[in-house]
């Protein structure tokens, strides 16, 4: 099956400096959630801005569905591409947080009784209902990262780019966005693309993983085989999720490690409760 994204061989980097990433080649399936891992300045950033069109492929190409994306973000925000900002502050300008993630369905030309539902559902998929006629300024740094979500949310894209999403929401909102996130891409058959520090929460929500570093991908696959190599993660500047971590501090010889706090516990209870 063709993929919803497919990034072929992409050569990435900022301004005048020279390529940050090197022939990057993942794709992701509609109603799918990849994961984009890697140490600060490894190029995560960089590459959801060449995937949106703010910066040029300087090698490669990207396509949706098949056909190759015209160049530059408006040609990709129309063919459905969506990219949520890393600093809120980059994205958010509306006055009120209602006004704001109206924005990008009134510029879809959509009419005001469909412009007002999107609203209302992406402001409730985030947890952000009876928030809408606070002023963006007033927002929690929080609250700001979910108003962004909203409003990428609110235009239905189809491929849709997250950058940090959870980063600066509290453990509990960190674990609903995990949700979220899923359930997103699942009933609205978008290809979802987080950039993310949060590899507890990982497995929560991706499919697969794309691991950075090194200028390059060094690997790409699901949870378990991409968090699987010890010596990549830590060239990479990564560690496992604790779940993972804690089966090899404990040496416990059953693989593969859970990836999940919950397997972890599911796996270990048995192995308790016959020693007591
Ligand atoms: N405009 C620019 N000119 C020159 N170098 C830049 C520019 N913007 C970013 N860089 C550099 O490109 C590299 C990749 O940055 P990027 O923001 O993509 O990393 P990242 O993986 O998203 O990092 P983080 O996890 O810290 O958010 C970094 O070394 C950064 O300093």
Same mark, same amino acid.
Request: with cysteine; aromatic share 2%.
């Given at each position: 099956?063709?993929?919803?994204?497919?990034?072929?061989?992409?050569?990435?980097?900022?301004? #005048?400096?020279?390529?940050?990433?090197?022939?990057?080649? /993942?794709?992701?399936?509609?109603?799918?959630?990849?994961?984009?891992?890697?140490?600060?300045?490894?190029?995560?950033? +960089?590459?959801?801005?060449?995937?949106? !069109?703010?910066?040029?492929?300087?090698? #490669?190409?990207?396509?949706?569905?098949?056909?190759?994306?015209?160049?530059?973000?408006? $040609?990709?925000?129309? &063919?459905?591409?969506?990219?949520?900002?890393?600093?809120?502050?980059?994205?958010?300008?509306? $006055?009120?947080?209602? =006004? *704001?993630?109206?924005?990008?369905?009134?510029?879809? #030309?959509?009419?005001?009784?469909?412009?007002?539902?999107?609203?209302?559902?992406?402001?409730?998929?985030?947890?952000?209902?009876?928030?809408?006629?606070?002023?963006? @300024?007033?927002?929690?740094?929080? =609250?700001?990262?979910?108003?962004?979500?909203?409003?990428?949310?609110?235009?239905?894209?189809?491929?849709?780019?997250?950058?940090?999403?959870?980063?600066?929401? *509290?453990?509990? !909102?960190?674990?609903?966005?995990?949700?979220?996130?899923?359930?997103?891409? %699942?009933?609205?058959?978008?290809?979802?693309?987080?950039?993310?520090?949060?590899?507890?929460?990982?497995?929560?929500?991706?499919?697969?993983?794309?691991?950075?570093? @090194?200028?390059?991908?060094?690997?790409?696959?699901?949870? =378990?085989?991409?968090?699987?190599?010890?010596?990549? /993660?830590?060239?990479?500047?990564?560690?496992?999720? &604790?779940?993972? =971590?804690?089966?090899? %501090?404990?040496?416990?010889?059953?693989?593969?490690?859970? /990836? +999940?706090? *919950?397997?972890?516990?599911? %796996?270990?209870?048995?192995?308790?409760?016959?020693?007591?």
């Amino acid at each position: 099956m063709t993929p919803r994204l497919w990034v072929e061989g992409v050569s990435a980097g900022p301004g #005048g400096a020279r390529a940050v990433l090197t022939g990057v080649s /993942l794709e992701v399936r509609a109603g799918e959630v990849v994961a984009l891992l890697g140490a600060n300045g490894c190029g995560k950033t +960089t590459l959801l801005r060449t995937l949106m !069109g703010l910066l040029p492929e300087r090698a #490669g190409r990207t396509l949706l569905d098949g056909a190759p994306l015209g160049r530059g973000a408006a $040609a990709r925000a129309a &063919a459905g591409v969506a990219l949520a900002f890393q600093n809120p502050d980059d994205q958010l300008f509306g $006055a009120t947080l209602d =006004e *704001d993630v109206a924005s990008g369905p009134r510029a879809q #030309g959509l009419r005001e009784v469909e412009v007002s539902a999107r609203v209302t559902a992406a402001l409730a998929s985030v947890g952000l209902q009876g928030l809408g006629a606070r002023e963006v @300024e007033q927002l929690s740094f929080g =609250e700001k990262k979910r108003a962004c979500l909203a409003g990428v949310l609110a235009l239905k894209p189809r491929v849709l780019l997250l950058d940090e999403p959870t980063a600066g929401l *509290d453990p509990v !909102g960190e674990r609903e966005a995990a949700g979220l996130l899923r359930r997103v891409a %699942r009933e609205t058959e978008a290809a979802v693309l987080v950039a993310t520090h949060a590899v507890d929460e990982v497995p929560l929500f991706a499919d697969r993983v794309a691991i950075l570093g @090194e200028g390059t991908l060094l690997a790409f696959g699901p949870p =378990e085989r991409a968090f699987a190599d010890a010596d990549l /993660l830590t060239r990479a500047r990564l560690r496992p999720p &604790a779940a993972m =971590e804690l089966w090899e %501090r404990l040496g416990v010889p059953v693989l593969p490690a859970p /990836l +999940t706090l *919950d397997a972890a516990a599911e %796996r270990l209870r048995p192995l308790l409760e016959a020693r007591s």
